[in-house]
Each structure stands twice: as C-alpha cells, then as structure tokens.
C-alpha cells in the first residue's frame, strides 16, 4: 500500500482548516502543516486533528511547499491548500490508489472552485486540473506566486474533485488582485521583462473576451462576468505596475547622468 503525507501550508488559517482536515481522515496516513506565523487558532486547530505542526519563516508559496514535503516522512505528498478539501469521490479515488502499484510519479484531479455562493463549472475556471499527488523525489514545486510541480513524463488522473473555497467577498477578491499582481509585476521585472504598454492594452480586452465567451463564462451567470472582469484586470494591473518599475528605473538613471 502507498502510504501519503498531506502538507498543507498556513496563515491565520482557523476559517478554513477544520474543513480541510476533515476531509484528510482515514486517506492521510501524516498530516504535516507548515505555519508562517499564525495569530489565530491554527496551530491549535492542527494538533486537534493529529497533524506535526511546523513554523517556518515565510519565503514564499513553492519554498513552503516544498519544506513540508521535506519534512514528511512517507514518499508520496499530497500537497492540500488549507481552503480546499477532498470530495467523496476524490477521497474514494485516493483510497483505491493507495492499494495499488503507482503507475505515474505526479497524479492530477480537477478543481472546482465556490465563489459567492456557488460552485463555477466553466469561466476557465473548471476543470482547473492541479497536479497535487506525487512522489516527493520525483518532483517539487517552482514559482514564487503561481506554483507548480516540475517533474518529467507525464502526470495520472485521478476521479473527483478537489472542492476550493476561494474569496468570500468580492472585495476580497479585490483585495487578492492587487496583492498578487504586485507580486507578479516584481516577478516579471526581475526575470529581465520590461516591455509592458502593449501587453496592458491588447491583452487585457483578450482576457474578458477569452474567459465571458471562449470558456463560458457567461454560462455561470454574474458571477462568471465578475470573474472574467477581474481576469482583465488582473492582467491590465500587472503590465501596469510593471510599467511603473521600469519607468521608475529610468528615471533614476537619467537622474544619475544629469548628476
């Protein structure tokens, strides 16, 4: 029999934890939980359900990741977001994989997502597979912001969905945009990008019309018109703030030749 390690990561995680553990019961043989500095009742929420309670400064989501994995004691890692949890039929999968011989090293399931009171099942959001199973000398995850496994061959599919409790509000999800396109313009900079004027422009409208007409977005109703509005905007504020990086480097340069 396989035997799995879950490794979830934390901050002030006490809304969404109890659910994802839960879900764990009787297909995690360990629950290893990885905590950046949690306030709340996290750390207490963890040992209440058996998981080794880790702290570890935060660098960012793969370095996090991937110290979890580290620090578990079974081969193959189940990587679980604390806002996630595991359907029955995703749970059954996960049982009848265990008792049996792996075939793949990194395995994927579809994620579908509720947002403002319902689960969206087209807007580019779903299937939205994820590659969250795999052995741990096989793989590890890469990327400061949009994480991902990289391994060679290819992944296994498993039945059932991985559920994801996202935003609550749509002013968190507000509030998420710009943190995480702050974050990506600082990515993009640093990797060398600095053309930004007309990937702001020309992608951006390509964002709403790719996401409300290509991948049906306009079949989840106002919410997936919501969801494509923010996907534009997302893309229009990270070439934006991008924009402001570079031109800030300008113009210290032009300062320091005037000097």
């Not at 509720?114 to 779903?126: D, E, M, Q, R, V």
């Not at 790719?210 to 996907?231: E, K, T």
Request: net charge positive.
């Amino acid at each position: 029999m396989n035997r799995l390690s879950a490794c979830l990561i934390t901050l002030n995680e006490e809304h969404n934890l109890p659910r994802a553990l839960a879900s764990l019961a009787g297909i995690a043989d360990e629950i290893v939980v990885v905590d950046s500095g949690s306030t709340d009742r996290t750390a207490e929420i963890a040992r209440e359900h058996g998981a080794v309670f880790l702290e570890r400064a935060w660098t960012n989501y793969s370095e996090q990741k991937n110290f979890a994995a580290e620090r578990a004691q079974n081969d193959w890692i189940f990587s679980m977001d604390a806002d996630e949890e595991l359907s029955s039929a995703l749970q059954s999968s996960l049982l009848d994989w265990k008792r049996h011989n792996a075939e793949f090293a990194v395995y994927e399931m579809a994620r579908k997502t509720w947002y403002l009171g319902a689960w969206i099942k087209h807007s580019g959001w779903y299937p939205d597979f994820q590659r969250r199973l795999y052995r741990k000398d096989a793989a590890a995850f890469k990327g400061i912001i949009h994480e991902s496994l990289k391994f060679e061959g290819q992944p296994g599919r498993l039945a059932g969905d991985l559920l994801h409790y996202t935003v609550r509000s749509f002013a968190e999800h507000e509030a998420n945009v710009e943190r995480y396109t702050t974050l990506a313009a600082k990515q993009m900079f640093a990797s060398g990008k600095r053309k930004w004027r007309g990937a702001m422009w020309l992608a951006t409208p390509w964002s709403w019309f790719q996401n409300y007409f290509l991948r049906g977005g306009f079949l989840d109703g106002y919410r997936g018109a919501l969801i494509s509005q923010m996907a534009a905007r997302s893309v229009r504020l990270k070439y934006a703030k991008l924009g402001k990086l570079v031109e800030a480097v300008q113009q210290q340069g032009a300062s320091g030749e005037k000097s």
